[in-house]
Structures are given as structure tokens and as C-alpha cells.
């Protein structure tokens, strides 16, 4: 089992009697399910419904302080924290910024030995594991206490870009894609059953008449890979543009229905001079099952 502090993660705490209220009117996940051990993926989104930021929401328990905790970018973690203080308005909540205090430990390949406070299994991807919150100086300890190997945060990135999870600032650019486009409703981010939310329409209009078009996909590059944000092209046609890689996989922002069309017509794809093929065609050919939040 290894373990990895993340460092570009971040924590923000919204706590008070409203806190729950507050949040689940404003994200797109249902905060109602979130407990202690038990955390949510979701995000905060624009009025037009694009990505804010996204996040992994937990509660901590009355012995740790109560309150819910996201654990989110953490470059992102300032705005978020002063956005939510702009939609907050007379309700009994209060934002505060942890990221200098608190940080995460990201668990996988196997079961923790015991379970730490703030640890939580990732809601998003039962193989990209566990989730643990702690500051920096303890993630050592932490690991050690549920038999963990400490690694290098790169291998994780690794690991979670063979579980073909993006990431934000690589895989798709904050306040530039829709939920759907970072595949948020397939990782279990997004209740279509809720209450509104802020960009719900937007939202749930794309999903009832099917029109995201485009998507992160999983794909194998053939050498080098592409720097992030080279284009992606069929043939001569841009398709897409290249996200994060690792170990010959990457993941790339892709218009399914332009890739589906060159595998059918045998176009070859390539960036940069680099060729790449789609790991899995179903992904570009046929949505899969849908796993509703």
C-alpha cells in the first residue's frame, strides 16, 4: 500500500448551524449524504455552469470540531473560501482557509490498517483509495500508522491518471468546462436529483438532451508525450487538446463525436508529431452507463 502527501492540495472548513444548508444550495453534489467518514465529490460552479472549483467534501465529527471540510486545489483555496463569503450573506456560517494548517494524504492499493480521523474513502474512483486529512509534518506518521509506504506525490499522479480521473488546471481549465466535460457526472459529482444549485440549469439541460460533446478520455501515447494543452489532431483536423500523462497513458479533452468519426474513417491521431490512440474506443463510439450521484 503507498501513500503520497499532496502538495497542491488544500483545505477550506465551513462550519455553523447553516453550514450543510448553505452548501447543499450552492454545489452540485447532495451535502445531505456527507458524514463524518463518508465524503462527497462535487464542485462550485458559475451561473452559466462551468467548473468553479471541485472538490472532495467531508464532516469532521463533533470531537474534531465539527464542521465540513473540502478538500480541494489549493491554489483555488483562497477564492473558493472568499466566494462562499460572498454567497453566504446573512446565514449563520463561517469560511476559514486551513490550507497552511491542514493538507492531504492520498491512500491506494489497499485497505488502511485503521482509520485515522479525516480519513475517507475517495468518492470518485474506489481504486484511487483513501483520503486522509493532515498536516504536512504528520503525513509520515500517518502512513505508518496504516502500514503505508510514503511515496513521492508523482506516483500518485501516476496512479490516478491510469484510473483516468482528471485534474483541474491540467485536464480541463477552471471556469472554461462544464461538469459533464470533465466527466463529473460519470465520478459521481454531480445529484441530478437534488434541489437547485448555483448553474443547475445549465447542468441538467446538457445531461436530459445529451450535449456534451466533449470529454476528458483516456488515451496511449505511442513515446514522448505531448506537453499539456498541445492540440490534438485527426489527420490534419483539430479534435482535442493533450492533457496530463504518465508511463505512456494520458488523458486528453477530446470531441468525441470528431474522434469516433476518424477512428471510423482509420485517421490517425497525433500532437505535436506524437501519435496517440484512444484506450478505450467504446469511450469516444457510445456513452457508457451512467453512475448517478
Given at each position: 500500500?503507498?501513500?503520497?502527501?499532496?502538495?497542491?492540495?488544500?483545505?477550506?472548513?465551513?462550519s455553523?448551524?447553516d453550514?450543510?444548508?448553505?452548501?447543499?444550495?450552492?454545489?452540485?453534489?447532495?451535502?445531505n449524504?456527507?458524514?463524518?467518514?463518508?465524503?462527497?465529490?462535487g464542485?462550485?460552479?458559475?451561473?452559466?455552469?462551468?467548473?468553479?472549483?471541485?472538490?472532495?467534501?467531508t464532516?469532521?465529527?463533533?470531537?474534531?470540531?465539527?464542521?465540513?471540510?473540502?478538500?480541494?486545489?489549493?491554489?483555488?483555496?483562497?477564492?473558493?473560501?472568499?466566494?462562499?463569503?460572498?454567497?453566504?450573506?446573512?446565514?449563520?456560517?463561517?469560511?476559514?482557509?486551513?490550507?497552511?494548517?491542514?493538507?492531504?494524504?492520498?491512500?491506494?492499493?489497499?485497505?488502511?490498517?485503521?482509520?485515522?480521523?479525516?480519513?475517507?474513502?475517495?468518492?470518485?474512483?474506489?481504486?484511487?483509495?483513501w483520503?486522509?486529512?493532515?498536516?504536512?509534518?504528520?503525513?509520515?506518521?500517518?502512513?505508518?500508522?496504516?502500514?503505508?509506504?510514503?511515496?513521492?506525490?508523482?506516483?500518485?499522479?501516476?496512479?490516478?491518471?491510469?484510473?483516468?480521473?482528471?485534474?483541474?488546471?491540467m485536464?480541463?481549465?477552471?471556469?472554461?468546462?462544464?461538469?459533464?466535460e470533465?466527466?463529473?457526472?460519470?465520478?459521481?459529482?454531480?445529484?441530478?436529483?437534488?434541489?437547485?444549485?448555483?448553474?443547475?440549469?445549465?447542468?441538467?439541460?446538457?445531461?436530459?438532451?445529451?450535449?456534451?460533446?466533449?470529454?476528458?478520455?483516456?488515451?496511449?501515447?505511442?513515446?514522448?508525450?505531448?506537453?499539456?494543452?498541445?492540440?490534438?489532431?485527426?489527420?490534419?483536423?483539430?479534435?482535442?487538446?493533450?492533457?496530463?500523462?504518465?508511463?505512456?497513458?494520458?488523458?486528453?479533452?477530446?470531441?468525441?463525436?470528431r474522434?469516433?468519426d476518424?477512428?471510423?474513417?482509420?485517421?490517425?491521431?497525433?500532437?505535436?508529431?506524437?501519435?496517440?490512440?484512444?484506450?478505450?474506443?467504446?469511450?469516444?463510439?457510445?456513452?457508457?452507463?451512467?453512475?448517478?450521484?
Amino acid at each position: 500500500m503507498k501513500a503520497a502527501f499532496l502538495p497542491d492540495r488544500g483545505v477550506i472548513k465551513v462550519s455553523g448551524d447553516d453550514a450543510r444548508r448553505f452548501l447543499d444550495g450552492i454545489v452540485t453534489t447532495n451535502v445531505n449524504l456527507v458524514r463524518p467518514g463518508l465524503a462527497r465529490f462535487g464542485a462550485l460552479l458559475t451561473p452559466q455552469g462551468k467548473i468553479v472549483a471541485d472538490f472532495l467534501i467531508t464532516e469532521a465529527s463533533g470531537g474534531q470540531g465539527g464542521g465540513f471540510l473540502l478538500d480541494c486545489a489549493k491554489a483555488l483555496s483562497k477564492p473558493l473560501a472568499d466566494r462562499f463569503g460572498i454567497y453566504k450573506l446573512r446565514a449563520k456560517v463561517g469560511v476559514e482557509n486551513l490550507s497552511d494548517a491542514l493538507g492531504v494524504l492520498a491512500v491506494w492499493d489497499g485497505e488502511p490498517a485503521m482509520k485515522p480521523d479525516l480519513a475517507f474513502a475517495d468518492p470518485r474512483n474506489e481504486k484511487l483509495g483513501w483520503r486522509i486529512l493532515v498536516p504536512e509534518d504528520l503525513a509520515q506518521k500517518a502512513a505508518a500508522a496504516i502500514g503505508a509506504e510514503l511515496v513521492e506525490s508523482s506516483i500518485y499522479e501516476s496512479h490516478r491518471i491510469a484510473c483516468g480521473v482528471p485534474r483541474g488546471g491540467m485536464d480541463f481549465i477552471y471556469n472554461d468546462a462544464f461538469p459533464h466535460e470533465a466527466n463529473m457526472d460519470r465520478l459521481h459529482g454531480v445529484d441530478f436529483e437534488k434541489g437547485c444549485y448555483v448553474g443547475q440549469e445549465v447542468v441538467s439541460r446538457m445531461e436530459h438532451r445529451g450535449t456534451a460533446r466533449t470529454r476528458i478520455i483516456k488515451i496511449r501515447v505511442d513515446g514522448s508525450a505531448p506537453e499539456i494543452g498541445a492540440t490534438i489532431v485527426a489527420g490534419e483536423k483539430p479534435v482535442g487538446v493533450m492533457g496530463s500523462s504518465a508511463n505512456g497513458i494520458g488523458l486528453a479533452l477530446l470531441r468525441i463525436d470528431r474522434v469516433g468519426d476518424a477512428l471510423d474513417a482509420n485517421l490517425p491521431l497525433s500532437a505535436g508529431g506524437i501519435p496517440l490512440s484512444v484506450a478505450d474506443p467504446a469511450d469516444v463510439r457510445s456513452a457508457p452507463d451512467k453512475a448517478h450521484a
